[in-house]
């Protein structure tokens, strides 16, 4: 009597029932995310690995993963190439600012449009989603030529401008996800507040914004990364007035060269893999650390909005 119950013991643990798994749907479960996961991290920890390599291990084939040592010089030469604190500051602000402009414009926006009747919504509506559909590229000469006109190329106002008015970077994606918030939001709420006497901005301020706050963090994040990684734009709109870490980093290898001459140093000290590496991890690092530090949020947000980025 014994090893028929041992066989169905091992054979639910293999296999699971109906509370659970089974070892081995758990261990290719596993397997699948790590296999995943590793797909999606491979870029970032070859990109590390490959910084901190001295051009002696850069020489090795037989060194791939592993570093013989921890060689910093390629990020001391990436620091002086890239002019890191100036260029740091000049892209947080051309980053942060607009994004909290424009998240707070497109969040009045969308719940104007969510709870008020108005002749034109569908119009406007359609303008905003043609806004989304239509490439930046198209209408970016008749924004430079005004922007030129007024004076504002080479000016951060070429980017708060437009996220000021609802046509900042990506603007419509977050009107969308501000519309979709605030057109789920009970209406009790907002006619109770009015019944003591709440005016429409009290009423969004202390009813609608509180409940929105996922929707905030999310179009927060997404709108500092894509205003972040942007060049096109803002080597058209910025260049010659202000320098940012991503437009320094697409002429890296020139500044590098004039700052180490090929002619005037040795060859260990010419530009390689891992200095541009280097130059890289050090342009993304701010958003990882802003990532790891707004995780937390960053994932109940998604969670709560079923919201899912690039």
Not at 211 to 220: F, G, K, L, N, R
Request: charged residues 10%.
């Amino acid at each position: 009597m014994e090893i028929p119950l041992n066989r169905e013991r091992i054979r639910v643990w293999l296999l699971g029932s109906r509370t659970s798994y089974g070892a081995l749907f758990t261990v290719f479960l596993y397997l699948l995310l790590i296999a995943i996961g590793f797909v999606y991290l491979y870029p970032l920890l070859f990109m590390f690995v490959t910084s901190i390599k001295s051009p002696q291990d850069l020489l090795n084939p037989m060194v791939q993963w592993v570093p013989t040592e921890l060689y910093l010089g390629n990020y001391v030469k990436a620091f002086r190439v890239l002019n890191y604190p100036v260029n740091l500051m000049n892209t947080i602000l051309v980053s942060v600012a607009p994004s909290l402009i424009q998240t707070l414009v497109c969040s009045v926006i969308g719940y104007g449009l969510a709870r008020y009747r108005f002749p034109g919504k569908h119009l406007v509506m359609g303008l905003i989603l043609a806004t989304f559909i239509i490439p930046p590229q198209t209408t970016v000469i008749p924004q430079m030529l005004t922007y030129r006109e007024l004076g504002l190329l080479g000016n951060i106002l070429s980017l708060i401008l437009p996220a000021t008015f609802g046509q900042g970077y990506r603007s419509a994606i977050f009107i969308l996800i501000f519309y979709q918030t605030f057109i789920s939001m009970p209406k009790v709420l907002e006619e109770a507040a009015r019944l003591d006497g709440a005016s429409d901005w009290l009423v969004f301020a202390r009813i609608a914004v509180p409940t929105a706050i996922p929707a905030y963090v999310i179009s927060i994040i997404f709108s500092i990364v894509w205003y972040w990684n942007e060049t096109y734009l803002t080597v058209i709109f910025l260049e010659g007035g202000i320098q940012t870490l991503p437009m320094q980093l697409a002429k890296f290898t020139q500044a590098y060269e004039n700052l180490y001459p090929p002619g005037m140093v040795n060859i260990f000290d010419r530009i390689n893999e891992a200095v541009k590496m280097s130059g890289t991890f050090l342009n993304i690092l701010p958003l990882l650390l802003m990532y790891f530090v707004m995780q937390k949020w960053f994932v109940e947000s998604v969670e709560r909005s079923g919201i899912t980025g690039e």
